[in-house]
DNA sequence: GTTTTATAGTTAGGTGGCTAACTATAAATG
DNA sequence: CATTTATAGTTAGCCACCTAACTATAAAAC
């Protein structure tokens, strides 16, 4: 979560222009951005939560939808973008609750097999109807070809975020 | 942070089609939205603490920078989007390394001031150059037409996100 | 002017991530 | 084939946020 719910104006940086490497219009739209990021993944929590699940299990149900055969652990956790240790304690609840169960890999009895219940792939329906709408709510002041320009958008800050990654500077 | 890596493709909705609310141009910017903001905010996180400090405690000292005569901590909490009680651990840690420092209200028995000290305005100097020519790389494939179109989007995003908070009903 | 209500800040305890270290098994190497 | 190295998963402990409850003070209402 981005803590600044005030975002700085241009004003705010006009004391800063002793800095060179200062632009203020790339200041604003990043502050502007990591708000709206936020906001959103906020909203995301909530909505969640108000469906008596939380966001990092709702995802793993998710990713679990997507091949019946099922997952390891590992590359469920490579998938949602988390630690193989966060992937233990998702596993972990989800299991207790009876939305995936672990299956023993016998060929090498290192790993482990996770799938999706019955009861997992019910709690996924009741949650879909009002998770679609509500997103196309969100989206519904947007027309496809703003969808589009922004989507081209993201892609180019993607391209800025792994060469700052790559070059380790990083902002 | 949003944790799914592997997006979802537009195939992936196909089967999800029985649901009358899909719009799934909707769904690929929602989520793609939520990954580039959350791979900024990891950015910007990962960049505070090589510089030593965490991303909390950093927007704590650039709200303190607006104004010389200090905050109360609810004021500051509010601006920085965080419960109060959130605030208080930042400012108990921000004091402790001598970066503010809260002052009595005597008017007011209940209340504090906090300030920056000039050892917490020193570490933002340090932390400046570098932290403005990262945002400037990490938007640098952009024009400024393409800013301007960025932010009027964000902006209509923002009025979706704030529909969904009044009616509750979010996604 | 006593009592009720509201406000500022803190404390206590919970959650969901993380890293680092550990266990068990498998693969590679001498 | 014995030993080293690598891999899958888990455990233990940390950090930053949260909510709910508490303390002290101030303001409002009888």
Redesign the interface.
Known sequence: ??????L?TRE?FAP?EV?A???P??????Y???R??????T??D??LI?HGIS??RF?VL??LR?KEEGFAPSDLA?????TRATMTGLVDGLERDGFVKRYDLHEDKRRTNVRITEKGEELLKTI???????????????T?E??R???K??L??????S???G?K???
């Open positions: 979560m981005f803590c600044m719910k005030d700085p705010d800063l800095y490497s200062l632009e219009s790339s200041m604003l739209l990043f502007q951005f990591l709206s990021g936020s906001d959103l993944l909203i995301f909530d909505f108000s966001q990092g995802v998710l990713i997507r490579e998938s949602a973008g988390v879909f109807p009002d998770y679609f709408s509500s997103i196309a709510d969100l989206m519904s002041d947007m496809d703003e969808k320009i922004i989507s958008f993201l180019k800050l993607d391209i800025g975020i060469n700052s990654k070059a500077s990083v902002a």
